[in-house]
């Protein structure tokens, strides 16, 4: 399966733009990006996912690079309610199954 | 609708007893994962099913460890014996079969084996 990359943690001030980076140099003509993020004592939860074109929704926009060898999920305007672990997952067309990897755990400072 | 439902939502049990965790997924969907969650080993992905049917089971860490799907609505994941290793939170999750779907978590069942 192709790898992930991401920084172990990042740290944001309120109300400011998150940039939160993912490298998969090795990813594939069919393989799709998925966000999904954990805060703390909840399962996971979706947050966005992307092919090649940048996608935007009510919680984040995930900016996806020309190559498809990186991609940067972008929270707008954090709240503290947006401190979290975030995954960068690839997701093959064999199925559902998705692999976590170590996440980046962001850290919103009032 | 309720969400992914998992129970208990705390187990504390002593090592060598049985252990039965329970998931009702998300009805409709027909997809269905159990995932365990430790600080050193991350989330990993134990089993899954479509449509009742177990597909890939390659991360069930040994035989004691076995799940079961016997309906749409309902899946087991059953620990004998139980070891202190086995202390994790346990995710199931589940989706509509195919395609790119999103995956919808429970809240967990906290297991602590002594």
């Known amino acids: 399966d192709a790898k992930t990359t991401q920084p172990n943690s990042m740290e944001s001030n309120e109300e400011e733009p998150v940039h939160l980076p993912c490298n998969h140099s090795?990813?594939?003509?069919?393989?799709?990006i998925h966000w999904y993020r954990q805060l703390p004592s909840q399962g996971p939860e979706y947050v966005i996912h992307?092919?090649?074109s940048n996608v935007n929704n009510r919680m984040a926009s995930l900016a996806i690079a020309e190559d498809r060898k990186s991609s940067t999920l972008i929270l707008h305007r954090a709240t503290l309610r947006d401190a979290a672990v975030y995954y960068c997952i690839l997701q093959g067309n064999a199925g559902n199954m998705l692999t976590f990897g170590g996440g980046t755990r962001l850290m919103v400072k009032p | 609708d309720a969400g992914v439902i998992q129970s208990p939502r705390h187990e504390v049990t002593e090592m060598g007893q049985e252990v039965t965790l329970r998931c009702k997924p998300i009805?409709?969907?027909?997809?269905l994962f159990w995932y365990r969650q430790t600080m050193m080993r991350g989330l990993e992905l134990l089993i899954y099913f479509n449509n009742n049917v177990p597909i890939d089971d390659s991360g069930m860490p040994e035989d004691r460890f076995s799940a079961k799907m016997p309906n749409a609505s309902f899946s087991t994941l059953k620990i004998q014996p139980s070891e202190p290793r086995d202390s994790a939170v346990y995710f199931c999750?589940?989706?509509?079969?195919?395609?790119?779907?999103?995956?919808?978590f429970g809240s967990g069942t906290q297991l602590s084996v002594l």
């Open positions: 090795t990813i594939s003509g069919t393989d799709y």
């Open positions: 009805s409709g969907h027909n997809s």
């Open positions: 999750a589940s989706s509509l079969v195919g395609g790119v779907e999103k995956l919808f």
């Open positions: 992307g092919l090649t």
